[in-house]
Structures are given as structure tokens and as C-alpha cells.
């Protein structure tokens, strides 16, 4: 893939951006509209804009990007400190991190991000938000540990009240789904897959929009289920996965889990275990291969074929 050479650096935080465009610093307002400005201008240079995964902080500039139609691409901050000290850069201010992220963008060409719908942003904080909840509601149940009446009395109440906002935010998620003619259709592709739920297809469908666009190898590697070779010299290491999106890993163990006794995956899982392979390795390889069936289901636009997972 050939990018344009405009390529823009911005370094995100909180209340600032700052900029590196074409040699040129400069600090604004982390706001929409302040982006939306710089991004018509952007938009006629044919510019690609990278930029940190910040989580919350980089929305506003992502929403302006790509309403301007601006090609942009949120990239892993260890990986770009990482190029830093390959290149000698050892000082670290905002404005040498967004001139970096510029000479990042020239040198690997990043992936541009997929675009987004409102409504898939709006699954992605839902998405979020449940599992914030969830982890509430375990830290609450761990704690009914303690037997005084008084905290019993106190985590009881709150293991209600985070179960009723639970259930209404499931509601909405199921909803939100329901109201959106692609989200609906590709969950119910995605649940015509052996041992994929509704929290399962929630997930891969917030997280992971790439699934369906890209290859089974770069999907893999996008959930951080792609073995990773440990070899150098005569030494040869157990390959291991690492890296990737935890929550959608976490969501297709899970869906493996329950693909392992179901006809169509049974057999692979099987045959795994007949040649000694551990129970948690197998269901790691089913977990990704399950992945890769979910990954045509949605390139085809055709529901899950049992003869395609023997």
C-alpha cells in the first residue's frame, strides 16, 4: 500500500494536541471543532494523521477526522517509543512525540483506521461500560466475604443495584444492535457460528471492525491469537501468543469453550488433545480457529457451514 508523504503527527493528551505537519509545530485545543479546522486543510493535502491510542482523550479528533474524510491511524504508544530509540531519540516532550509519530507514519505506513459507524461507536462504549460494571460486581461479590452484617448487608445492596444496570444496559446493547441494519445482520451471522453468544458477537462487533475486511493471519494477529516464533540461532523456543485485543481474545476463548462440544468443532479439539497438546493450548488454537470462520462468515455474508471447521 503507497500513503501520501503528507504525513501528520499529533501527540494527545487531555486539553492539547500537538501537531507536526510537514515541519511545522503547532498546539491546539483537544476539541472538535478546533480539529475540524485543521482537518478541511488536511483533507485537500491528501494528508494520513497518526496519532497514540489514548483511550477517551483522542475521540474528539478521530469523530473530525473522519467526518473530514482525513485518513488517520491510531497506533500502539510502546511501539512508537520503541521506533523513538531506534532512531536515537532519546528526549520525550510533546511536541518531539508528535514529530516521531510523523516520521513513524513515513517510515512503517500504518494501516489506516477502519471507519466507523455512529452506531458501532456507540456498541464500543456500551461494550465498555459493561465490563466496567462486571468488574464492579465481581470486586462487590469478593467482598461478601467478609461476614460482619454491616458489609454483608452493604455488598448485597450493591450486587443488586449493579445487577439491575447489568440487565438495563443489556437491554440497550440489544437494542442499539437491533436498530442498526448492519449490526444486526452481521450479529446474527456471527451467532449462526457454534458457541458464539450474544455477549460474544457483541464484542468481535465493537471491538473488532476489521473482522470480515482483512485476512485470517492479520486477524489473528489482530486478537493477539497468531503464535509468535521464540527462535535464534540453533535455539528453538515454544511459540506463544502475546499482544493483541485482550477483551476480544477473552470473548473468543469463552465462545471456544463452547464450540469444543459442539458438532462442528468437536473433532478438531479432539485431535488436539489426542496428540498431547494441553487443554488450554487446544482451546487457544480453536479459539483462533473459530476466529477465522467468523472472519469469512463475514467476508461472505453467508452463515456458518458446518463442513467449513471439520
Known sequence: MILSQNCVGIDVSKHFLDIFDAGVRQRIVNHYDAVASCAARWADMNAFVVFEATGSYDGALGA??????????????????DFARACGRIAKTDAIDAETLARYAQALQPAPAEASSAARKTLALMAKRRDQL????VQEKNRRENDHPFMAEQTARAIT????????????????IAADPELRRDAELLRSAPGVGPVAAM?????????????????????????????SGAFRGKRCIKGGRK?????????????ARSAGFKAFYKRLRAAGKPAKLALIALARKLLGVLNAILKTQKPYQPTSAT
Open 64 to 81: 473530525a477526522l473522519q467526518a473530514a474524510g482525513v485518513r488517520f491511524a491510531r497506533v500502539n504508544p510502546a511501539r512508537v517509543r
Open 247 to 259: 477483551r476480544v481474545r477473552d470473548a473468543l476463548y469463552m465462545a471456544a469453550l463452547n464450540a
Open 134 to 137: 462486571i468488574a464492579m460486581r
Open 203 to 231: 464484542q468481535l462487533l465493537a471491538r473488532m471492525p476489521e473482522l470480515g475486511r482483512i485476512g485470517s493471519k492479520q486477524i489473528a494477529s489482530l486478537a493477539g491469537l497468531a503464535p509468535m516464533n521464540v527462535d
Open 161 to 176: 443495584f449493579l445487577n439491575g444496570e447489568i440487565a438495563a444496559l443489556d437491554a440497550a446493547i440489544a437494542q442499539c
